[in-house]
């Protein structure tokens, strides 16, 4: 059993432990507050079998590393397609604008890959003015930049020595490689390196949170 949790662990305990996170992810338990007990008393079987509150709806394959990605919350490693259904794979946390999650409970239609999603990555006072940090979407490596009120979403790797750009520094609307000071415009992604301009995204910011658009699935 994990260290934060202990013997005689609760459904209220998960609730107090889980929801904080959740929260900062733009998230909430579903208002079907049935519904999440049932889910949470199902982890707490799963916890005191497993040593863990691996989500219940998945079924793990045991290798440590992928079972990882399906512990609850596992918000974090499915952002765009939780971002598209507006809900996690089984609706025990629902997006915080989603006013009844009734509806959104258990398996739903899911988007055709290729879809646009605006993903939230962040909120934006943990990315302050003049800063950078890194995202991964899916399977996609993001450097999240804010200048001013303006934020943007670039691909994190430099294209000359794969440097991770968000270890450098925002100068202006320029994202500054750490390893040898390649510069980067922020706004559409050129260098004046020939042959090395990197992709970005749109992004924005959206009730306090920074959202970037991505293609959703193996389409991007």
């Known amino acids: 059993m994990r260290r934060?949790?202990?013997?005689?662990?609760?459904?209220?305990?998960?609730?107090a432990y889980?929801?904080?996170f959740a929260e900062r992810l733009g998230y909430k338990f579903n208002t079907e507050i049935e519904f999440v007990d049932?889910?949470?008393?199902?982890?707490?079987?799963?916890?005191?079998?497993?040593?863990?509150?691996?989500?219940?709806?998945?079924?793990r394959v045991g290798d440590p590393k992928e079972d990882l990605k399906i512990v609850c919350p596992c918000i974090p490693f499915y952002l765009d397609e939780f971002a598209a259904l507006r809900k996690c794979w089984c609706?025990?946390?629902?997006?915080?604008?989603?006013?009844?999650?009734?509806?959104?409970?258990?398996?739903i239609e899911q988007p055709e890959p290729g879809t646009q999603v605006d993903v939230p990555v962040c909120l934006v006072e943990d990315l302050q003015p003049?800063?950078?940090?890194?995202?991964?979407?899916?399977?996609?490596?993001?450097?999240?930049?804010?200048?001013?009120?303006?934020v943007f979403a670039l691909s994190n790797?430099?294209?000359?020595?794969?440097?991770?750009?968000d270890e450098g520094f925002v100068d202006g609307y320029a994202l500054v490689c750490p390893w040898h000071g390649w510069r980067y415009d922020v706004r559409d992604g050129t260098t004046d390196?020939?042959?090395a301009d990197v992709r970005t995204f749109p992004a924005m910011i959206r009730n306090g949170e920074v959202l970037v658009t991505v293609p959703l699935g193996r389409a991007r």
Do not use: Q, W
């Open 38 to 59: 049932e889910v949470l008393e199902s982890e707490l079987v799963v916890l005191e079998r497993d040593g863990d509150v691996y989500c219940p709806c998945r079924v």
């Open 157 to 165: 790797v430099c294209r000359h020595a794969f440097a991770p750009l």
């Open 4 to 15: 934060v949790f202990f013997e005689g662990t609760t459904v209220d305990d998960l609730k």
């Open 18 to 20: 889980m929801g904080p």
């Open 130 to 150: 003049g800063t950078a940090r890194h995202v991964k979407v899916g399977k996609v490596d993001l450097a999240v930049v804010r200048v001013g009120e303006e």
């Open 91 to 107: 609706g025990l946390f629902i997006r915080e604008d989603v006013e009844d999650g009734a509806d959104l409970i258990g398996v």
């Open 193 to 195: 390196h020939p042959n």
